[in-house]
Structures are given as structure tokens and as C-alpha cells.
């Protein structure tokens, strides 16, 4: 196999973030913005190893990817059960597909007023909007999946006699699948967005709730170093977890150039 | 009327004549409308097939032979004439007229076992029963040597093999007719040479009823017992060839090339007749 291109550049990768890091200590050193407006990597690193011994960091990372596998796996499920009617009946389409794709240009943190007035401070309130944030991605991308369907599947699937109502789930939704996963995977970033942003106002846990907090306390290292995780486990399951089923299916699919 | 016979008669030529019609068509014809204008794809045809024959339907690209066996297939339906298997009118796709595709057209979702599995899934003897099912398909992937590859997916095969899986898989609800849209074109000649000669195996073994399509004369000659010569756009019959050659043939046979040169020579002068001026 060929390496990708990513893997033979890690070391260039590496140095990159390195000289980032130098850049963001040297301009640290300089001191042209007070230190408590702008901290230094190490500062950084140093507060987030405070809040790990202080028993506040794990819970909260816990917390907020909690709230996103229970969140997202609804909505996930929403915006399937939408997204395939849409994909088979052009009138359905036409009609939600604005529709979504309107609700879509809403930033994620636009859900989290109406949740406070619906739900109050608990918790449901950003499942609300994790959800409200996602299933638009999910739902659009598994119509474009269907429309986009190999035509040979369907008539493969019609000549060895496949009945309409077996079509949905034994053929249309798999042959949809590497489009699908597309969507899942920008749904699970939006709405990533929709939880921490739903948690900078109304929550007591999570990583969202330690930004605010960090902000409380006019502690800038804090702030910067949740800022800084959130960055890192938004990445880490985008890239390896839901990156890493998308290339699987891709390559079943016969869909990767390099086969 | 058309019910299956008992009878077995001696030999293979005696008995493609005495066998009933399989499949017939009545002055089937197909106009596609297009941007408002009607173009008409095949003129009326008329063909009776019988049962265990092989026909290849032969002529230039855009012939409308493709076409004729997505009318039989069901996909389409003809403008005007009636198709019949077995006496009864030919309206939608079904695994009785299964169709083989160009690509082979296997779900990348399912394994390989699974996919030959498949189309039983839907057949009344084998609705309920997931053994059997699973017993058949291996009965039809050892006869393609793909035994071991059973539990592979799909993208693990190679491109004879995604064919033989894909020959498997049609073969696998025992259609009545199998309708084969230009056997294994994307593959190179050695494989393709393999193929012919296990799908006649297939055919002296089963007597299954096949029409496929092609555009290469020596394909055609290799695999058919009845070659149909279309002419160009609109398609219509120009005339049949029987090839009298025991099976199984070899694509490299003198005597297959023959026919080839035959077929091919019609093919030309059908061109020279509907294209005047082009060259040959």
C-alpha cells in the first residue's frame, strides 16, 4: 500500500506545530500583551495539569462526549429516518431540502436561547441543541446519498427480484452508505459545535462550562487550554474514529482511486 | 401451449428444435422521446426462443440491442408488441428473466457468499429457510471455483472473479431466461477466453435459456447457438446465423473464427447499407 500523503509528511507536520509553539512562546516573551491576557504554552499546559489533579478536567471531558454520543446517536437517527424519504420522493425533497438547508446557515450557538426557554437549565436543553445543530447535516446528506445511488445497484437489485419494501433497507440505504457516512461525520462536528456552545451558558460540568468559568475567573490560560482540548478530541474522533469508518467504507465501495 | 416438456431427445441440435418456446416476442418495438422529438430505437421485432438456446443478439452500437433486452428484462417497456415468457406477458424486472450486467454490478455491502445468497432470499422454496440458501450458494461458488473466497468482500476479488461471483449470483434464483448485456467486457482477452468456456460449461450443464448482446462477431460465434444480426439505428432483424459447432468452443477456434468472419462480414455490409459514405 501507498503511504498517504499525510504519513509521509508527519515529520514536516510535526515541525510545523513545533515552530507554532516557538512562534506562540517567543511572542509570549516579548511581552507586548500582558500575561494575563496572553499566557505562554507552558502556562497553558500547567493550568490544564492543575485542573486534571483537581479532579475537574476528566469529568468534564466525560460529560461533554457523553452528551455527544447520546445526542448525536438521536439525532443521527432523526436525520436518517428524514433523509431517506427525501432521497426517494423528489416532491419531499423539494420540499425539506430548503428547508434544511436553510436551518443549516443557523450557527449552533442560534439554538441555545430557545432551549433556555424550553427547557431551562437542564440538561435536555443542550441534547436540544446538540441534536437541533446535526440532524439538518445528517438528513441532507443521506438524501444526496440515495439520489446518488449507482443506478446499476438498483437495477441489479430489481432483477434478481428484490420487493419494494425490501428496497429501503436492504439496498437503498447500504448503497447510499459512503455519502451517508460524509454527513455523519460533518453532523458530529456541528453539533460538537451545538455542545459546547449550549454548555458555556448552561451547565455545570463540561468542557463548554470550564471555558465559562475560565472567563469568570479572568483566567486566560484556562480558557486557551480548553480551547486548545476541545480543538484535540473535535479532531481526534473527526479524524480517527468517523474518518477512519468513512475510508473503510470508501474502500469497500470501490470508491478510493488508489485501489 | 408452452409448458415444459418431459421428453429428452438424443442429441443437442434435436433437441433445441423440439424444445418449446421459451421466450417469444410479437412486434415489439421501442420509441424513446427525447427533448420532445420521438426516436425510434427498434423497429417491430419478432423472435421466438427456445428453451436451453443460446442466442446472442449481434450488431453495430446503437442498434437498439441493448435495448431489446431491457424490454425483456423488464426495465422498460415496449412502445408497441407484447413479450411472453412462457406464455405470460413480461411486465416488470424479476428474477425470472434475470439480467447480468456489463459491470458486475456485485453489493459492495455484502460478502461474497451473501451476494449469491442474495436473490434466493425473495424466491417462495427458499423464503424462510437460510440453510438451504446458504447450501445452494456454496453449491454455486464451488462450481465457479470461488469457494474459498466465500467470505471475502467484494473489493478483495479480482475482475475475473467479481464476473464469476456475479455469474453465480444470477445463477442462483434459477432464472428462466438469463439475459447477459455484453459478457465480461471490462476484462482482458485470457480471462475473458475462461469465461466463455465456463459459461458454456454452465450451459451444457443446466440447459439454461441465455441471450446476451455483443458488438464482437468472435464472442457471438463463440457462444451462440442462434446469432441475431441487427442493423443500425433504427434496430430491426436483418437475418439469424445458426452456428453448428459442438460445445464447448474455444473463442481461438478455427472454426469459430469462421463464423466470426461471417457474422462480421454481414455486420459491414449492413453499415455500407445504412451509412453510405462512411468508411468501412
Not at chain 1, 156 to 176: D, E, K, N, S
Not at chain 1, 183 to 199: D, F, I, P, Q
Request: net charge positive; glycine share 8%; proline share 6%.
Amino acid at each position: 500500500m501507498k503511504p498517504s500523503p499525510e504519513k509521509k509528511f508527519r515529520f514536516y507536520v510535526f515541525g510545523f506545530y513545533l515552530l507554532l509553539f516557538v512562534i506562540w512562546q517567543a511572542l509570549f516573551s516579548l511581552r507586548i500583551i500582558p500575561d494575563y491576557l496572553f499566557p505562554s504554552p507552558l502556562q497553558v499546559g500547567w493550568r490544564l495539569w492543575e485542573l486534571g489533579n483537581d479532579g475537574m478536567l476528566w469529568p468534564s471531558i466525560k460529560a461533554t462526549l457523553v452528551r455527544m454520543a447520546i445526542g448525536f446517536s438521536i439525532a443521527a437517527g432523526i436525520g436518517l429516518v428524514i433523509g431517506m424519504p427525501m432521497g426517494m420522493s423528489r416532491v419531499v425533497n423539494s420540499c425539506l431540502k430548503s428547508l434544511f438547508l436553510g436551518l443549516q446557515t443557523l450557527p449552533s450557538a442560534a439554538w441555545v436561547p430557545i432551549s433556555l426557554l424550553i427547557f431551562g437549565l437542564s440538561d435536555s436543553g443542550i441534547y436540544f441543541v446538540v441534536i437541533m445543530s446535526s440532524v439538518a447535516a445528517v438528513a441532507i446528506a443521506t438524501s444526496d446519498g440515495i439520489l446518488h445511488i449507482p443506478p446499476i445497484y438498483l437495477r441489479a437489485a430489481r432483477t434478481l427480484g428484490t420487493p419494494g419494501y425490501a428496497m429501503p433497507f436492504r439496498v437503498i440505504l447500504p448503497a447510499a452508505l459512503p455519502r451517508v457516512v460524509t454527513g455523519v461525520k460533518l453532523g458530529w462536528t456541528l453539533g460538537w459545535h451545538g455542545a459546547v456552545s449550549a454548555e458555556l451558558i448552561k451547565s455545570s460540568i463540561g468542557l463548554g462550562y470550564l471555558l465559562y468559568w475560565g472567563r469568570e475567573l479572568n483566567d486566560a490560560a484556562q480558557v486557551l487550554g480548553i480551547m486548545v482540548l476541545t480543538i484535540l478530541f473535535g479532531l481526534l474522533l473527526d479524524r480517527f474514529l468517523f474518518g477512519q469508518i468513512e475510508h473503510r467504507i470508501r474502500r469497500r465501495w470501490g470508491l478510493l482511486t488508489s485501489a | 401451449m408452452t409448458q415444459n416438456s418431459a421428453s429428452v431427445p438424443a442429441t443437442a441440435e434435436s433437441a433445441v428444435a423440439a424444445a418449446p418456446v421459451k421466450l417469444r416476442l410479437a412486434n415489439v418495438a421501442k420509441t424513446f422521446e427525447n427533448a420532445g422529438q420521438n426516436v425510434e430505437a427498434l423497429k417491430p421485432i419478432n423472435l421466438e426462443i427456445r428453451e436451453g438456446e443460446y442466442v446472442v443478439l449481434f450488431g453495430p452500437s446503437g442498434c437498439g440491442k441493448s435495448t431489446l433486452l431491457n424490454l425483456v428484462a423488464g426495465f422498460e417497456e415496449p412502445t408497441s408488441g407484447e413479450i411472453t415468457l412462457e406464455g405470460r406477458r413480461v411486465t416488470r424486472p424479476g428474477h425470472d428473466r434475470l439480467m447480468m450486467f456489463q459491470e458486475h454490478a456485485l453489493f459492495p455491502w455484502l460478502k461474497v457468499i451473501d451476494n449469491v445468497v442474495y436473490g434466493l432470499g425473495w424466491r417462495p422454496g427458499y423464503r424462510f429457510r437460510p440453510r438451504l440458501r446458504r447450501q445452494k450458494a456454496r453449491e454455486l461458488l464451488k462450481l465457479m471455483h470461488l469457494e474459498e473466497f466465500a467470505r471475502s468482500p467484494i473489493h478483495e476479488l479480482s475482475g475475473g472473479m467479481k464476473q464469476r461471483a456475479a455469474l453465480a449470483r444470477a445463477l442462483a434464483p434459477d432464472p428462466k431466461v438469463l439475459l447477459i448485456d455484453e459478457p465480461f467486457p471490462a476484462l482482458d482477452a485470457l480471462v475473458r477466453a475462461r469465461l466463455y468456456g465456463e459459461l458454456q460449461d454452465i450451459l451444457v450443464r443446466t440447459r439454461k435459456t441465455i441471450v446476451s448482446v455483443t458488438h464482437d462477431p468472435r464472442e457471438a460465434a463463440c457462444l451462440g447457438d442462434r446469432v441475431i444480426v441487427f442493423t443500425g439505428r433504427p434496430g430491426s432483424i436483418k437475418t439469424e446465423i445458426k452456428v453448428d459447432l459442438p460445445r464447448p468452443r474455444d473463442i481461438n477456434d478455427p472454426q469459430v473464427a469462421g463464423y466470426a468472419g461471417k457474422i462480421a462480414a454481414l455486420l459491414e455490409e449492413g453499415q455500407r447499407e445504412t451509412i453510405p459514405g462512411e468508411k468501412v
